[in-house]
Structures are given as C-alpha cells and as structure tokens.
C-alpha cells in the first residue's frame, strides 16, 4: 500500500446529490487500493444494519464501498473525518468474505465507539495490525479502532461508514498487504482530448447541434480488452452507473459548453474510471437577410427588362445586416452544388440573367472557428415608378401675377405608384440628387417666383426606394369675377325647443348662390365647377373645401361667416373666380323664458275661472319686437295677438312668436280640467275595538282627505284608523282649487264602563254616534249578571246612572242588548265602577 491516488472533487460533489450510495446495491466498488478523500454520506436509504452486528447500531447516514481482492494479505483502514470536532462521530461495519447483499450474515468488523465519550484526543476510527478485538462500542466502550482483516486472493468484502453525529465529510487511506483489482486506465494520447467541438450546422441559430459521442471511445479504451465505455449527463450517474446517454451516436447538447462524463469500465471486476470533456457548439454562421433589392438601371423609361448590375460587395453588407463583414470570407456562385465544391466563383459585380428576380448562393467562411454556411440569395430588380408631367393652374385674387400653389393638388396624375413619396424642387439636378437647399418646405403654399409661370420638379419615390423625376408647370390664371360681386344668405337659428342650445349655428345651402355665380361667367367656358372654403389660404391651396355646401352649418363664427368662393373651369382648370363673395348670417329666434312650469289647470266646475296662459317673453319685449299666434288643438283662435291668453277651458294651446327678421320660436301649454269631488260610498267599521272609515269618491280632479277639520290636515289616503266612536263630518278638497265636498257619518260605539260619582265625568253610561239623525229609534236593554233586567233607555235619552227605583246598585258587571234602527243587533257587557 505505498500509493495514494485521490479522487477528484467531482465525486465529492457526486455523492450529494439525489441518486443515494447509502445501500448495500449502490454500493461503490474500491480498486487499484486508491486512498479515498472527500467523501460523503447521504441517509439511511433502506435499513440493512438490524441484527448484523455486534455494535449495537443501525444506519443513520451511510455510505456503502465493495472491496474486491486481488492478492490476498492483511487489510486495514485508517478513517479521518475532515472535521476534528472531537463531536464528529464514524462508526463503521464490515461484511464477508463473498456474501451478497440479500445476504450479508453477521458483520465480521464493526466500531460504534463515541470519541466524546471516551475522552479520546481525535475522531479517528478503522482497522489496524495493534488490535486484539473485532467489535467494539457502542459509546463508551473501545478506542474506535479494532483488528484488521486476513483476506485471501478473489475475496470480496462490504465496508459500510456511517455517521450519526456531524456532518463532515471523510478520507480512508488503506493499511496492510493485501491488493485491489485495478481500474481500467484512462490515458489520452499526447495531443488528444476527448472535448468534441462542432459548428452549429443545422440552420438554427441556437449553439445546440448533433454529437457523436462514440468516436471518443476508441482513444478511451486504447489498448484494452474486456472493458466497455458509456457516457453520462453528470458524474454522480457516471460513478453509480445509471442513467447512461441512450443515443451517443446522435446526443444533442442542451447547454453550450456542455460538460460529459465518460465511464470504463472493467466487465470482470467492476472496477471503473471516470473522465470529464465538454461538447461545444460554435458560433451559427447567421445570415440575417435572404434578399437584396434593386431599382432597375432604367434611365429614361424606356429600359425596363427587371436586369440590373449588383455590386456584390453591397450585397455582402446588406445580408449580414449589423454584423461585422470582416469576420468572415464570403464567396458567391450561382448553384449550391457550385457552392459546396467551390466551383465557378462569381466576380464582384454581377449582372442578372433571370429579369425580375435570380437567386445565387453565398459561401461564409469563419478563418477562426472553421465553420462554413451556404446559403440562398434572392436578387431582386424593382421597376421605377411610372411618372407624367402636369402643368397645376392657380387663381391670381389681385392680378399680380403671383399667387400660392398647392403642388400636391395632382399627385395621383403625376404617379399612380402605391404609397408613393413626392418632394418637391426648385431645380431638376436638386431633385435627381434629393438637395435640401432646393428642397420646396411647403408644397400646399407655393407661392411662384417668376410671374405668370415657372417649372418646379417633383422626385417621386416607391416603396422600394426607386426614384423618378417628374416635371410641374405652374400657370397663374386671372378671375374674371369682380371683387364687388358679393352676396348674402341669412336664415334662422335652428333653435326648436328651449332646450337647445342658443349657439348661433344652423344650416345653409348655398345652391342660390352657385347659379347666380355662372351668370357673371362666359357662356364658352361652362362647365364650371365651384367650391367653397372657410379661408383664403385653402381657397388657393384648393385644400379642405366644404363638402356638402347644400347642407353646410356655419363654423367658429357665431350668427355670421364669410365664405370664400372658387371658380374654374373644368375644361382647362382656368380659373374665373376667388373672392370672399358669399356672407352668411344666422338670426336668432326669440328667446323665451324657461321657468314657466308645465301643465296649466281650469275648473270645469267653475265656468267664471280663467287662467293666463303667457308665451314666456321677458318682460318689457312683449309688444314692440314680435307678432303672436295662439291656437287650440292645431285651430288658430282669431284675433288673439297678445303676448298673454284667458282661458277657462281645458285643450292643447300653441303660442308662435314671430321676430321682425321671421325667425320663429314656438310654445306648447297642456291646458288640463279638474273638478270637485263626488262621494260615491263611505264604508264603515264601528262597534269594535277598532273603527275604519274609508271614503270612496270620484271626479277629474286631485284629491285630499280629512276628518271632521275642513281646514286639515288633510292626507292623499281614503281611508282613516282608529277613528273614536261619535258623529263625524268628512271632506275632500280638490288640490287644483275648484272645491271641497264634505258628509256627516255616525261611527257607533259602546263604553267599557262608567262611574256614576256625581263627579261631573263619566256619570251616564249610553252608547255613542246615535243622534237624531242617526239611529234614532234604535233600543237599549241592561240586565244584570243574573240576566234580570234593569232598565230599558232610547239612545237619545241621558243615559242609565246605575240605579234602579232610585236605589244605586253595587259596582259590578251588567249585560246589555242593543236592537239598532238598522237592523243590526248587539249584546256585550260594560263594568259599573263607584
């Protein structure tokens, strides 16, 4: 044992990760008697401990390792935990010689010692040549050390680590003769590498592409026999032999660089290496752009055969887009076959022998990762747009021979090219070279700088950037219509109810004045066609004209407005007018007041009640400004010309006021007839604990209720509660003021007692609401709780004072019959209290 070989970190790493080597299957197989460092334990996994050894202890967090034997000989362990916390507890177990794991007998070796227990100076624990004994702990008992083993030749044995206390990893460096098989070597030759590196080839430019892993495993395996490779996505499968890369042949990297690990391994021991290398995916040879666009190299219109000469320096320039042209070495042939042998280069310039639209294929090549991409080239020839030149005639408004032109007025004729651009030039080499200095600001005003005429130049451009010179003569025609040629239109404000608003706007049509306009014109000339316009600067511009003028509502001046007027000729555009000729005027209607109320109220009842009717003129204008006309449903009432009207019958009144200019506003009184009211029945609840009188009346008007007080309160309900027994007046008043009807009722009612004292209250007991209206005839038997009677009285009489013969009876209850006039008969009992 004089050699130390350390695993790497990786497989620290590995051991903390989700794939557990904490059972007796996972068990990771120890060769090449290599001294382990950083390693880890990870759960208990399944318990395989219980009643296999002599140390009283179970997993807590283990690690298996399967030691196989070469050449037999003494064989101990030295464990030294990373942590010298006396606190950090290994306990360790030994299985064999050759058991399996579904049965592992007893263990040979085992050590459950606490170093804090026993007061021991470390945390070491393992098998050595000083030991006498061969379990020990656990706690206090032993020194965490016991004897090694004596191993034969093809032996193979399990140590299983544990750790209940701490968390720290460990190293185990082996003692004694005995040897391990060996791991298969892994041995590059000088020069090579097992990192792949590829272009990313496969038109997406995403640094992912196709490896072939197997061509690695020849340098892997070398001169070796009986061992085979697999490749795996992390060292944790790569050291437990799962998860093994089922498509080596065609893996697709998911990250870039992407690490890989590769594992051999010995098909007789077990024993295996493993070896970390990357995939990398170089940079994608990205050609943004797949066509390049042309004007076609026509120059007086008549060449138009779609061929042009590319400059294909440009063309490289213009499909890389952004990116840096001197990265690569580009090279153009017209076939991709051409392009894959690099036959038949195209030279720099090259001139198209398809019209319209040839493809060619471009060769990128990158002198720093090596990649090559060939792809497609879509040359494209554009037409020029079709242009004609057009002469724009212009009114002259003062004869000077200046005047402003809207050069755009005749674009469509100029191109009928889609989306086209026009600017215009004063000169034509100002519009072939687009200068700024001869570049018109505004083509909607401008104004000629050579009297009478002058050319300007405009440059129209297409959607794919071709260019076309056009020319613009520009002609000042003079008018022919006197500037005294004026006229007016004045109409009425719209204004229809008094709710509208009183803004001064309302509609014009202006047909009037087109044919008084063509009597000024020379009859030669006709037709003509005249537009009108809210301003002198569209009027020149021939820019934003009223498009309905038959139905035009006056704008931004309330109650007035000028309207300019253009004249020309449809024949030759000469133009025979522009003038602010046309004035409209808006009259207002007749403003009346808006708090009248609504519907107005007689008294068909009262034929002598009159009510005013007022058209709603403010006061002090009634009579001097206006003229009246009243009708009554839709038939004028003759000679009422007032600003008021009497009337004491109901009907749809309607008042036009009439201003001196026409302007009408009219309105509309709802005249309404109410009534006095007529009783029709009175129904009665009496002779109980609680009495209702409900009123029944009709009539036109709107009626109130109230009891026994004319002068109310009165309610909107028919029906009263609670009403105490006695004679009663109702009324009903009419809301609208034609009158009040009232009726006198008799609510009957009994007393529960009374007490004849002499005291002036209370002294007779007789029924209530009798009078002699009412009941009159109506008769009134007592008798006494015995049912003898006692008295007989009218109800139009005092009443009974609780004597009989003069002789006052005792307090008591005393029974009585009532035989009504009406027919109705009642019996009850009422308490004599002294």
């Given at each position: 044992?004089?050699k130390k070989v350390?695993?790497p970190?990786?497989l620290?790493l590995a051991?903390v990760?989700?794939?557990?080597q904490?059972?007796?299957?996972?068990?990771?197989?120890v060769c090449?008697n290599?001294?382990?460092?950083g390693?880890?334990?990870?759960?208990?996994g399944t318990?395989e401990?219980s009643?296999?050894?002599t140390?009283?202890?179970?997993e807590n967090?283990s690690?298996?390792l399967?030691?196989?034997?070469?050449k037999?000989g003494?064989?101990g362990?030295?464990?030294?935990?990373?942590?010298?916390?006396?606190?950090?507890?290994?306990d360790f177990?030994?299985?064999?010689?050759?058991e399996?794991?579904d049965a592992?007998g007893?263990?040979?070796?085992?050590?459950?010692t606490?170093?804090?227990?026993?007061?021991q100076?470390?945390?070491y624990t393992g098998m050595n040549e000083?030991e006498?004994?061969?379990a020990?702990g656990?706690?206090?008992?032993?020194?965490s050390f016991v004897?090694?083993?004596?191993v034969?030749?093809?032996?193979?044995y399990?140590?299983v680590?544990?750790?209940p206390?701490g968390n720290?990893?460990f190293s185990i460096?082996?003692?004694g003769?005995?040897?391990f098989?060996s791991?298969p070597t892994n041995n590059?030759?000088?020069?090579?590498?097992l990192?792949i590196?590829?272009?990313?080839?496969?038109?997406t430019?995403d640094f992912?592409?196709t490896?072939?892993l197997?061509?690695?495993?020849?340098?892997?395996i070398?001169?070796?026999?009986g061992v085979?490779?697999s490749y795996?996505?992390d060292?944790n499968?790569?050291?437990?032999?799962?998860?093994p890369i089922?498509?080596?042949t065609s893996?697709?990297?998911?990250q870039?660089?992407?690490?890989?690990?590769?594992r051999i391994?010995?098909?007789?021991?077990g024993?295996?290496?493993?070896?970390?290398f990357?995939v990398?995916?170089?940079?994608?040879?990205?050609?943004p752009?797949t066509?390049v666009?042309i004007?076609?190299?026509?120059?007086d219109?008549?060449?138009?055969n779609g061929k042009?000469?590319?400059?294909?320096n440009?063309?490289?320039?213009e499909?890389l887009?952004?990116?840096?042209t001197s990265?690569?070495i580009?090279?153009?042939f017209?076939s991709?076959d051409d392009?894959?042998?690099?036959?038949?280069?195209l030279?720099?310039?090259?001139?198209?022998?398809?019209?319209n639209?040839q493809s060619i294929?471009?060769?990128a090549?990158?002198p720093v990762?090596l990649?090559?991409a060939?792809?497609k080239?879509?040359?494209t020839?554009?037409?020029?747009?079709l242009?004609n030149n057009?002469?724009?005639v212009q009114?002259d408004?003062?004869?000077?021979?200046?005047?402003?032109f809207?050069l755009t007025?005749k674009?469509?004729?100029?191109?009928q090219?889609?989306?086209a651009?026009?600017?215009?030039y004063?000169s034509?080499i100002?519009?072939?070279?687009?200068?700024?200095?001869?570049?018109?600001?505004?083509p909607?005003?401008?104004?000629?700088?050579?009297?009478g005429s002058?050319?300007?130049?405009?440059r129209v451009?297409?959607t794919?950037?071709c260019?076309?010179i056009a020319?613009?003569h520009?002609l000042?025609?003079?008018?022919?219509?006197?500037p005294s040629?004026?006229?007016?239109?004045s109409t009425?404000?719209?204004?229809?109810?008094i709710n509208d608003?009183?803004d001064?706007?309302?509609?014009?049509?202006?047909?009037?004045?087109s044919a008084?306009?063509i009597t000024f014109l020379?009859t030669?000339?006709?037709?003509?066609?005249i537009q009108y316009f809210?301003n002198?600067?569209d009027?020149l511009?021939?820019?934003?004209a009223i498009q309905?003028?038959s139905k035009?509502?006056?704008e931004?001046?309330?109650?007035e407005?000028i309207i300019?007027?253009r004249?020309e000729?449809?024949?030759?555009?000469?133009?025979?007018?522009?003038?602010?000729?046309l004035?409209l005027?808006v009259?207002p209607?007749p403003i009346?007041k808006?708090?009248?109320?609504?519907?107005?109220?007689v008294?068909?009842?009262?034929p002598?009640?009159?009510?005013?009717?007022?058209?709603?003129i403010?006061?002090?204008?009634?009579s001097?400004?206006y003229t009246?006309t009243?009708?009554?449903?839709n038939?004028?009432?003759?000679?009422?010309t007032?600003s008021?009207?009497?009337?004491n019958t109901?009907?749809?009144?309607?008042?036009a006021?009439?201003?001196?200019?026409?302007?009408t506003t009219?309105?509309?009184?709802k005249?309404?007839?109410?009534?006095?009211?007529?009783?029709?029945?009175?129904?009665l609840?009496?002779l109980?604990?609680i009495?209702?009188v409900?009123?029944n009346?009709?009539?036109?008007?709107?009626?109130e209720?109230?009891?026994d007080?004319?002068?109310?309160?009165?309610?909107?309900?028919?029906f009263?509660?609670?009403?105490?027994?006695?004679?009663?007046?109702v009324y009903?008043?009419d809301k609208n003021?034609?009158g009040?009807?009232?009726k006198t009722i008799?609510v009957?009612?009994?007393?529960?007692?009374?007490?004849p004292?002499n005291d002036?209250?209370?002294?007779?007991?007789?029924?209530?609401?009798?009078?002699a209206?009412?009941?009159?005839?109506?008769?009134?038997y007592?008798?006494d709780?015995?049912?003898?009677?006692?008295?007989?009285?009218l109800?139009?009489?005092?009443?009974w004072d609780g004597?009989?013969?003069g002789q006052p009876?005792?307090?008591?209850?005393?029974?009585?019959?009532?035989k009504?006039?009406?027919?109705?008969?009642v019996?009850g009992?009422?308490s004599l209290?002294?």
């Amino acid at each position: 044992m004089t050699k130390k070989v350390l695993l790497p970190l990786f497989l620290l790493l590995a051991f903390v990760k989700s794939y557990s080597q904490s059972d007796c299957n996972d068990a990771i197989i120890v060769c090449g008697n290599t001294n382990l460092d950083g390693l880890t334990v990870t759960g208990i996994g399944t318990q395989e401990l219980s009643a296999l050894n002599t140390c009283s202890s179970e997993e807590n967090n283990s690690i298996w390792l399967r030691i196989s034997i070469k050449k037999g000989g003494t064989l101990g362990f030295h464990l030294v935990p990373e942590s010298t916390d006396i606190r950090e507890d290994f306990d360790f177990f030994v299985f064999g010689p050759n058991e399996t794991c579904d049965a592992l007998g007893q263990a040979v070796r085992c050590s459950t010692t606490n170093p804090a227990s026993t007061g021991q100076n470390n945390n070491y624990t393992g098998m050595n040549e000083a030991e006498t004994d061969t379990a020990e702990g656990p706690g206090n008992n032993g020194n965490s050390f016991v004897k090694w083993l004596t191993v034969a030749d093809g032996d193979s044995y399990f140590l299983v680590i544990d750790r209940p206390i701490g968390n720290s990893n460990f190293s185990i460096q082996w003692t004694g003769t005995a040897t391990f098989n060996s791991s298969p070597t892994n041995n590059l030759p000088t020069g090579e590498t097992l990192n792949i590196v590829q272009c990313d080839s496969d038109g997406t430019a995403d640094f992912s592409t196709t490896f072939d892993l197997t061509k690695n495993t020849p340098i892997i395996i070398g001169y070796q026999t009986g061992v085979n490779v697999s490749y795996h996505k992390d060292q944790n499968d790569a050291t437990t032999s799962v998860n093994p890369i089922l498509n080596p042949t065609s893996f697709i990297n998911s990250q870039n660089p992407q690490p890989l690990f590769a594992r051999i391994t010995n098909t007789i021991t077990g024993c295996f290496t493993t070896s970390e290398f990357y995939v990398q995916v170089n940079e994608y040879i990205n050609i943004p752009t797949t066509e390049v666009v042309i004007c076609d190299d026509a120059k007086d219109g008549t060449d138009t055969n779609g061929k042009a000469t590319f400059d294909l320096n440009k063309v490289t320039s213009e499909i890389l887009n952004t990116q840096s042209t001197s990265d690569y070495i580009f090279r153009y042939f017209i076939s991709q076959d051409d392009a894959e042998i690099d036959r038949n280069e195209l030279g720099p310039f090259f001139y198209n022998t398809i019209p319209n639209q040839q493809s060619i294929y471009v060769k990128a090549f990158s002198p720093v990762t090596l990649c090559v991409a060939i792809s497609k080239i879509n040359l494209t020839v554009t037409p020029l747009p079709l242009v004609n030149n057009v002469t724009i005639v212009q009114c002259d408004e003062d004869s000077d021979g200046f005047t402003a032109f809207n050069l755009t007025v005749k674009n469509n004729e100029i191109s009928q090219a889609a989306s086209a651009k026009f600017t215009y030039y004063t000169s034509l080499i100002g519009a072939e070279i687009g200068d700024p200095e001869k570049l018109i600001a505004d083509p909607i005003a401008f104004t000629n700088t050579t009297a009478g005429s002058m050319q300007v130049w405009t440059r129209v451009e297409n959607t794919n950037s071709c260019i076309k010179i056009a020319q613009l003569h520009l002609l000042v025609s003079t008018t022919q219509i006197p500037p005294s040629f004026t006229r007016i239109l004045s109409t009425c404000d719209d204004l229809t109810t008094i709710n509208d608003d009183r803004d001064g706007i309302a509609t014009f049509d202006f047909s009037s004045i087109s044919a008084d306009i063509i009597t000024f014109l020379p009859t030669a000339a006709t037709p003509y066609f005249i537009q009108y316009f809210t301003n002198e600067a569209d009027a020149l511009a021939e820019n934003n004209a009223i498009q309905n003028p038959s139905k035009y509502r006056n704008e931004g001046y309330p109650n007035e407005q000028i309207i300019w007027v253009r004249v020309e000729s449809t024949a030759d555009n000469t133009c025979y007018g522009l003038s602010p000729l046309l004035q409209l005027i808006v009259n207002p209607k007749p403003i009346i007041k808006d708090d009248l109320g609504g519907n107005k109220i007689v008294c068909s009842n009262l034929p002598a009640f009159f009510i005013t009717l007022e058209s709603g003129i403010p006061s002090g204008l009634e009579s001097t400004n206006y003229t009246y006309t009243w009708t009554k449903n839709n038939s004028i009432l003759s000679g009422q010309t007032n600003s008021t009207l009497d009337v004491n019958t109901e009907g749809d009144y309607t008042v036009a006021i009439i201003t001196l200019a026409g302007c009408t506003t009219t309105r509309n009184i709802k005249v309404s007839a109410s009534d006095i009211a007529t009783i029709t029945k009175i129904d009665l609840v009496d002779l109980s604990a609680i009495n209702t009188v409900t009123i029944n009346a009709i009539g036109r008007g709107e009626y109130e209720f109230s009891l026994d007080n004319p002068n109310g309160p009165f309610q909107f309900s028919n029906f009263f509660n609670n009403v105490p027994s006695g004679i009663h007046e109702v009324y009903i008043n009419d809301k609208n003021g034609c009158g009040m009807v009232s009726k006198t009722i008799s609510v009957i009612g009994v007393p529960k007692y009374f007490t004849p004292n002499n005291d002036g209250y209370n002294d007779f007991w007789n029924i209530k609401g009798i009078n002699a209206t009412f009941n009159t005839n109506s008769i009134i038997y007592i008798f006494d709780r015995y049912g003898k009677l006692i008295k007989q009285l009218l109800p139009a009489s005092q009443g009974w004072d609780g004597t009989v013969t003069g002789q006052p009876l005792p307090s008591d209850d005393y029974w009585y019959t009532i035989k009504l006039e009406d027919g109705r008969e009642v019996k009850g009992h009422f308490s004599l209290k002294r």
